[in-house]
């Protein structure tokens, strides 16, 4: 059985940096947030509920869900987020349960901002967190998704403070230096499981 690794940590601290470097090590990555956007397709139930909660004007041209126009709707009514949540966070878990089960590698890594929340910390051998200072997660969630000052405070607000994750983490990686930074603390964190974990060993 493969040992899992929950990766967590706040809007634009690093989540997908880390896994990537994982990933390099030998890890199998899977992207809950990918997931997500999978079981929100056309034809999905989740698709149908999320039109039927938040109206037609969610939808593309495409007839797919506007996830720039939900995510605007949702990060200012903190009830909305909850209600979409609600809808998408079951068939996420089922679905990134079944791509586990279905995982041919020694390590897997779960990459999932609501890791915690969602109650999928236990399932996991270890939790990762990653963290930065705030100023620059504000910067980088401007640059990634390109969101005004406001916006991208209002995203950062809308989760927990970091520190709640940090407290349950097993492993924190900080990611407001350089890359070489992060990536020397995610190689020593590797070879600190490797000789932990004795299936793990070449």
């Known amino acids: 059985m493969s040992f899992l690794i929950g990766l967590t940590g706040n809007i634009g601290t690093g989540k997908s940096t ?33 039109i039927a909660a938040f109206g037609p004007e969610m939808l593309s041209p495409d007839g797919e869900i506007d996830r720039s126009q ?21 068939a996420t878990l089922e679905a990134v349960a079944a791509r586990v089960v279905a995982a041919a590698a020694d390590v897997v890594v779960i990459e999932a901002i609501k890791l915690i929340e969602a109650g999928m910390a236990e399932a996991y051998n270890s939790v990762w967190v990653t963290t930065c200072l705030p100023e620059q997660q504000i910067q980088r969630i401007m640059g990634a998704r390109g969101l005004s000052r406001v916006e991208a405070e209002q995203r950062v607000r809308a989760q927990p403070p970091q520190e709640e994750k940090i407290a349950r983490a097993d492993v924190v990686i900080d990611t407001s230096g350089t890359l070489a930074w992060a990536r020397e603390q995610v190689q020593a964190a590797w070879e600190r499981l490797r000789r932990g974990a004795r299936f793990l060993e070449e």
């Open 18 to 50: 880390v896994a990537q470097m994982l990933t390099e090590l030998g890890a199998e990555t899977i992207d809950a947030d990918k997931v997500a956007h999978e079981v929100m397709r056309a034809g999905t139930p989740a698709h149908a509920a999320i």
């Open 70 to 90: 939900l995510g605007v709707h949702v990060f200012a009514d903190p009830t909305a987020l909850g209600q979409l949540e609600s809808i998408v966070h079951p």
